[in-house]
DNA sequence: GAGCTTGATAAGAATCATTCTTAGATGATA
DNA sequence: TATCATCTAAGAATGATTCTTATCAAGCTC
């Protein structure tokens, strides 16, 4: 695993983080905590949720991942950090990411004394396992 | 308060259920159920929370309101059922109604086997108050 | 490398929004 | 008005997240 390509984030590498890190470089099915724990809880079984949720926490703070707002009843977690839009199923709530640049711009008139910082779109549908 | 607007939600309406329809009639505020619960109360001080979540869920599934996904810590609702879009506030997680018609559709390569039932657009930013 | 300081970890308690349960009350309809 | 399905209220239960506290480890300074 690439421990320096995690050097950039400026915040200390333990074990525990490094196994969080592994899990989410490259994953593209945008887990909840619930989901990190267990799957990091098979390497290190002392793992604690509250860990999980500070690593997160501070990854995020650092911009290296994006929480996700889609579910009510959870945070998800999106590793993949180049911009990017959403596809949601209203069934099952599986996300699938859509790398598609849409040239989209909000008119000056209604932007209401707002400091523009970004945008985010979410399509819902029904995924073909749920039809 | 015209009742007769309200036959159409084909839902047995009470008058804990008529003070919450007053309440969001024209409301622009994407209020939670804390924020109706307490705005209610005022005129009913028996009314309980379970009511408010009841006939918030009752209004959803008629498609009467919309739950908002906007704020991660609580659910949110809107009672303008228009289409429209939403400018939020990433400090105060106040939010301002787009009412803009972008020309947005997903490339039917990209929608991986999904029905499409609709698409969300939400701009981020920092209001007036928070700068 | 030793000691120090800061921040991380683990475990469980606390919190808070939401949902569930239950018994009793009320609206809709004929 | 009688019937019945649905609604209400209160509080308990749930479940995700945050907080607390006592250790522990990393990385700096000397």
């Known amino acids: 695993m690439p421990v320096q390509k995690y050097r950039s984030l400026q915040i200390k590498l333990t074990p525990q983080r490094l196994a969080i890190l592994s899990y989410l470089n490259g994953n593209k099915t945008h887990p909840s905590a ?10 290190y079984p002392t793992m ?12 995020r703070d650092k911009g290296n991942i994006r929480e996700l707002k889609i579910d009510p009843a959870k945070k998800r977690y999106d590793p993949d950090n180049t911009p990017h839009h959403h596809l949601i199923c209203v069934k099952c709530n599986c996300i699938v990411d859509i790398h598609e640049d849409f040239d989209l711009n909000l008119p000056g008139k209604l932007t209401r004394g707002f400091d523009l910082i970004g945008k985010s779109i979410e399509f819902y549908g029904i995924c073909r396992k749920c039809k």
Request: net charge negative.
């Open 34 to 43: 619930e989901d990190i724990y267990k799957a990091v809880q098979k390497q």
């Open 48 to 59: 604690s949720f509250a860990t999980v949720y500070n690593t997160l926490e501070a990854l």
